[in-house]
């Protein structure tokens, strides 16, 4: 796979003479030199790739390329034809979409034709983005770059000629599912919201057309995966004929009342898996899409893991003593549950193969069944879900790590469902090398799979963090200094070595934490807010006021500058309260103080309002 970031020699193309460029010209001294040419029965992606291929080389020169319908208008004589999808003209240049790998994507050009298109459906009659993604990247070609979501983010290069080079380039993604939870509008965005005075209409003004930059990244599937929570109906559907299906508990009944969608099952029970096999047959039976139809176990709720002899001989001898819940021993431990739960998967799966032997289950390494498993092996037809990977915490980031290589050896499939976007809530918490690093490693040793939970849309925060993983999830071959040199150069110009330097002084603090230990999460975050010295901060602002100066009268770039500075300020103030809210605890503080840093931070949040910078609504509910 090549590295697709090659934006610093197409962004001088404008500048080179004609006569130099082999390849097509697109728009001339702001005219049109191109007609995009449609099939006749041309796919979504191939629709939407249409329009924004026009809309950006609109923004770009000025100019609005003709969109045709094959068979419904004549070509233009002397224009470039911009082939986009599937056509007969596409197949009279070579383009055979049945030797298409799922998502491939192809640019090639000619004399006077571009051919920019890809895979329309996967082997299931999935459909995908193929053609989609080949128009985004000729957009990056060009030096178009999403940065965070919303306009502020877009970068667009202005030119009055646009051409192409010679190209003849397929890619083909690694990775068949490229997910990064995108969070929108939910009840808790809500109850924060509601804190600082806030509408969901206000919030969603901002936010509705945020899935566009997880699209641009390419961040999809190629099928559907389903792998959470999948007996969250069973306590409702049949503990009243079946209580023993469910787990015994500590007081020796199985009854687990108030439960909701968590019941605890004996997984041992024959029974349980039978009709856990049966359900997910169902469910695949249904749904030829579907790549793996789940079978994890619910997490939470206040229930404990069954207790009873059959489900405790499936546990290994000796396996590492875990902290479950339970209704009277807050210090109750058991040993770790992943055998039992290892062996409940492969049981089920035994069962679903003889009637899908090409299809797949998918369940989670977590809770009491996370680390790796002692002596079982898991059915090769089970997706295993990994949750794991810290980064402020190199003690647990190791850890992770040795647990995912033990996993390695006991399953054949993987994917990777980490919550360490999480990580440092309410700072500006950069781990791009960190990440990058360990994300090879994962793919290099099986990950095919990636669904990250999630990105809280703190762009000012940890923005970085969020493009340099969408670049890796469509590329695990970038390099990371390139990705994060490129975003800077791209999105702020002559400003961007004191941006680069803020963003490596940030997460060089981060290390130093990580190396330190001693943040234990967001509830417990005074260790690392004691990192945000004054002296820290201001020598950070001092970058960005060298940014600003050398940005001139750039307002793009000086809008950009000012959206990194809401997240320092509120770095500031959200230090101040976390501290005070400490020394009130310890005794050292007043109400009176704390309360002040609070209202301060809540009045900080109205100023600024709904922006990409932050997610207030969801800073707020988690208390920040």
């Known amino acids: 796979m090549k590295c697709l970031l090659l934006a610093p020699c197409v962004l001088l193309l404008s500048l080179v003479p004609l006569r130099t460029l082999a390849g097509p010209i697109l728009v001339e001294k702001g005219r049109p030199r191109a007609v995009i040419l449609l099939g006749a029965e041309a796919s979504k992606a191939a629709r939407i790739a249409a329009e924004e291929l026009t809309g950006y080389i609109r923004k770009m020169s000025g100019a609005r390329l003709p969109v045709i319908v094959e068979g419904q208008a004549e070509i233009p004589a002397g224009e470039t ?23 491939e994507l192809r640019l090639k050009t000619g004399a006077d034709w571009v051919l920019i298109a890809g895979s329309a459906r996967g082997p299931t009659g999935f459909p995908l983005n193929g053609t989609r993604w080949a128009a985004y990247e000729l957009l990056e070609r060009l030096g178009v770059r999403w940065l965070w979501p919303g306009k502020l983010g877009e970068v667009v290069p202005r030119r009055e000629t646009v051409a192409l080079p010679d190209l003849d380039y397929s890619y083909t993604p690694l990775l068949i599912q490229r997910n990064i939870r995108n969070i929108q509008w939910n009840e808790r965005v809500q109850r924060g919201l509601d804190k600082l ?30 792998y959470g929570h999948a007996f969250g109906h069973w306590w409702e559907r049949y503990h009243e004929d079946h209580p023993d299906w469910f787990a015994l508990q500590p007081d020796g009944t199985r009854n687990q009342p108030n439960i909701g969608n968590r019941s605890r099952l004996c997984v041992s029970n024959p029974e349980v898996i039978a009709q856990a096999a049966r359900e997910a047959g ?22 404990t893991f069954c207790l009873c002899e059959k489900c405790r001989a499936w546990d290994a001898p000796g396996a590492t003593l875990v902290h479950v819940w339970h209704p009277t021993n807050r210090d109750f431990m058991i040993p770790s549950l992943t055998d039992r739960y290892v062996r409940f998967y492969s049981e ?50 190791r850890r992770d790590l040795q647990s995912w290589d033990a996993w390695t050896k006991a399953a054949q499939k993987f994917f990777l469902r980490p919550n360490l976007l999480a990580g440092g809530m309410g700072f500006p918490a950069l781990f791009p090398h960190r990440l990058v690093e360990d994300l090879k490693h994962c ?30 999830l469509w590329n695990p071959e970038i390099n990371v200094d390139e990705v994060i040199a490129d975003y800077c150069r791209s999105g702020f110009g002559p400003a961007a070595e004191p941006v680069q330097q803020y963003f490596a002084a940030l997460e060089g603090l981060i290390d130093q934490v990580a190396q330190e230990g001693k943040y234990e999460g967001r509830r417990k975050s005074e260790p690392l807010a004691q990192k945000y010295t004054d002296e820290f901060l201001r020598a950070r602002q001092a970058e960005l006021d060298h940014a600003r100066k050398l940005a001139g009268n750039d307002r793009q770039v000086l809008d950009r500058i000012a959206f990194l500075e809401v997240g320092l300020n509120y770095t500031r103030l959200n230090r101040d309260r976390v501290l005070a809210r400490a020394a009130l605890r310890a005794g050292t503080g007043t109400r009176e103080a704390y309360e002040q840093a609070d209202q301060a931070l809540t009045e900080f949040y109205q100023q600024i309002g709904i922006t990409w910078a932050l997610n207030s609504g969801y800073l707020r509910f988690y208390g920040f």
């Open 81 to 103: 034809v911009i082939l986009l999808g599937d056509s007969q003209r596409a197949r009279e240049v070579g383009f055979d979409p049945a030797t298409l790998k799922p998502e």
């Open 348 to 397: 089920v799966a035994k069962l679903v193969v003889k009637e899908h032997p090409h299809r797949y289950l998918g369940a989670y390494a977590y809770s009491a069944y996370r680390l790796p498993p002692v002596r079982e092996k898991l059915h090769p037809n089970v997706f295993i879900g990994f949750v794991g990977l810290s980064y402020l915490s190199e003690e647990a980031r």
């Open 197 to 226: 005075g806030f509408t969901r209409r206000q919030f969603e003004a901002v936010h509705r057309d945020g899935h566009l930059w997880f699209a641009r990244q390419r961040l999809a599937t190629q099928g559907k995966f389903s």
């Open 282 to 303: 169902q469910r695949l039976a249904a749904n030829p899409s579907l790549f793996c139809a789940s079978i994890s176990p619910n997490d939470g709720g206040r229930a």
């Open 443 to 472: 793919a290099d040793t099986g990950m095919r799979v990636t669904d990250f939970d999630c990105c809280y849309q703190h762009w000012a925060l940890k923005g970085l963090n969020y493009y340099v993983l969408a670049r890796f």
